[in-house]
């Protein structure tokens, strides 16, 4: 595929103008019309029996200093669920980034392998996630 004057030469095509001229892509399927999920309703019923592992109480907390203040409490559990995925995305990475770490330090042991969390560890998994973090100035 080769570039001309920015733009790919297969969406384009050479008119009698000698102009380029759009061509849709038709090889591309349908955006689909009709639900194919549950509707939202039905998840946010769902999550009215959902015990989230960050308490209501501290997510109303953290919401109120923000700005936010809601009694609902299907509300709270939503955010509570996008505060868990954020941390468990987070350990997944920093995890993933021990063990390359660990593994490119090979060593001969062959016992079983524990893993610690450190800072390069979960700064190289935040940066992933679009948070930087930095050691204050008097530790550098």
């Not at 920015?6 to 103008?17: F, I, K, P, R």
């Not at 380029?20 to 349908?30: I, L």
């Amino acid at each position: 595929m080769s570039e001309s004057n920015g733009q790919y030469d297969d969406h384009l095509s050479n008119g009698s103008n000698s102009n380029y001229q759009y061509q849709p892509v038709t090889d591309q399927a349908p955006l689909p019309t009709g639900p194919t999920s549950p509707p939202i309703s039905d998840f946010l019923v769902q999550l009215e029996d959902y015990t989230p592992t960050i308490p209501d109480s501290v997510t109303a907390h953290y919401l109120a200093t923000a700005g936010l203040e809601t009694t609902d409490p299907r509300i709270l559990r939503l955010v509570s669920l996008a505060a868990q995925k954020f941390v468990s995305d987070v350990a997944s990475d920093a995890l993933a980034n021990c063990k390359m770490r660990q593994s490119n330090n090979a060593t001969t042991n062959k016992k079983e392998k524990k893993y610690a969390l450190t800072t390069e560890d979960l700064s190289l998994a935040l940066g992933d996630q679009g948070v930087n973090v930095r050691k204050p100035p008097y530790y550098q």
